[in-house]
């Protein structure tokens, strides 16, 4: 793919391009997200070929605000609430698909719902706004990778495909959005995430029920057990590096040997925004085996727990990646 640099007449050149249904990589508050015309069927066929992501698993559609949103979707009471505290920001919301809404079915996977974000970042808005059209964008890594919080992650996963690349430097975010669904009764956390479940929860004064699946008929399709994988093995929980092994510290009480400290200071947001980049680095420096300190369980360390708990589970093929 092409690296541009993400100013005005780049964005509108990428807008253009995903209109004439090519890919476009571009950073997101999050993660880097490869966008395609939601609309338009071969678009979005072309993107999960390029990721080789399977089809079951249904990608969200960034639009631009909350009318946008309403276009496509079907907002409750609950939703709207959510949106109007969250939005723009790393929340998505699965609702029920709007009838006639101008979507490829290859984006709902099939599915009677759709997920929706509008996301914040600036270069992100704009390409959203000159491209026209819904904008269907998974992270931009290659399917079962790490996610990627820079355009040279997007650039080594996708060194052969056809598109372009906007390099608006380091996601500020770098976990993914928080996927909460609302097409029943219960408002469930489908992948913890950017926005903390306990945010959510305030808002809706509810707590958030669990998504109930697993590896067989996971419940938000994208959530299979072995996911966000370095080529190297992770070890949770340790204290201390073993022999063959880096580690991978968080907080103020690292050892001084640590390859790594997700954040010296102890600070949550500064582990999300770190930890893929570091997975990623740790494995280009061919570590066999990362040691990861454990990271509290609270606020955004739900969902940096959930990634690490996805990168150390067993891998589906032997020589992955
Ligand atoms: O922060 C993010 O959300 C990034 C940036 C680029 O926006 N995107 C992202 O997309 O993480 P992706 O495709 O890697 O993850 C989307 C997740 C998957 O687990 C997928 O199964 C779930 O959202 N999802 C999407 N639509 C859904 C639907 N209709 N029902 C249930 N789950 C859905
Ligand atoms: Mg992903």
Redesign the pocket.
């Known amino acids: 793919m092409q690296v541009l640099s993400a100013n005005t007449d780049n964005i509108r050149r990428a807008g253009r391009a995903i209109r004439g249904g090519g890919l476009v990589a571009f950073p ?1 508050e ?5 966008g395609a015309n939601a609309s338009v069927g071969r678009a979005v066929s072309r993107l999960y070929a390029a990721k080789g ?1 399977p089809r079951f ?4 559609v ?1 639009v631009s605000d909350l009318d946008a949103a309403q276009r496509l979707g079907v907002l409750d009471a609950r939703a709207r609430r959510l949106a109007e505290r969250f939005w723009p920001g ?1 929340l ?1 919301l ?1 609702v029920p698909l709007a009838p006639g809404a101008p979507l490829s079915s290859l984006v ?2 099939g ?1 009677h ?3 929706l ?1 509008v ?1 914040s970042h600036p270069v ?1 808005r704009a390409l959203v706004e000159a491209a026209g059209v819904p904008v269907a ?5 290659r399917s079962g990778h790490v ?1 990627p919080t820079a355009a040279e992650h997007v650039a080594a996963d996708f060194a052969d495909a056809e598109g372009l690349i906007l390099d608006g430097g380091r996601c500020p ?1 770098g ?3 928080t ?1 909460v ?1 609302l ?1 029943g009764e219960a408002a469930v956390l ?2 913890p ?2 926005v903390p479940r306990a945010a959510i929860e305030a808002v809706l004064g509810e707590r958030l029920a669990s998504a109930q699946g697993d590896e067989v008929a ?6 299979l057990a072995s996911h966000y994988a370095p080529r190297a093995r992770l070890r949770l929980n340790a204290h201390e590096a073993r022999p063959g092994e880096v580690l991978l510290a968080f907080g103020p009480d690292a050892p001084p040997d640590a390859a790594r400290n997700l954040s010296d200071a102890g600070d949550l947001a500064e582990a999300a925004a770190n930890l893929f980049a570091y997975l990623r680095e740790l494995d280009a420096e061919g570590a066999e085996t990362i040691a990861v300190m454990p990271v509290p369980n609270e606020g955004l360390g739900e969902a940096i727990n959930d990634r690490l708990a996805r990168a150390a589970a067993p891998r589906p093929e032997a020589g992955w990646p």
Do not use: F, K, Q
């Open positions: 997101t999050t993660v880097y997200g490869l992501r698993n249904p990608l969200i960034h790393p998505t699965v709902t996977a599915l719902t759709v997920g974000r996301p992100a964008a998974p992270s931009a890594n996610s975010g976990l993914e959005s996927v669904a097409t489908l992948r995430g950017g996971p419940a938000a399709p994208g959530m």
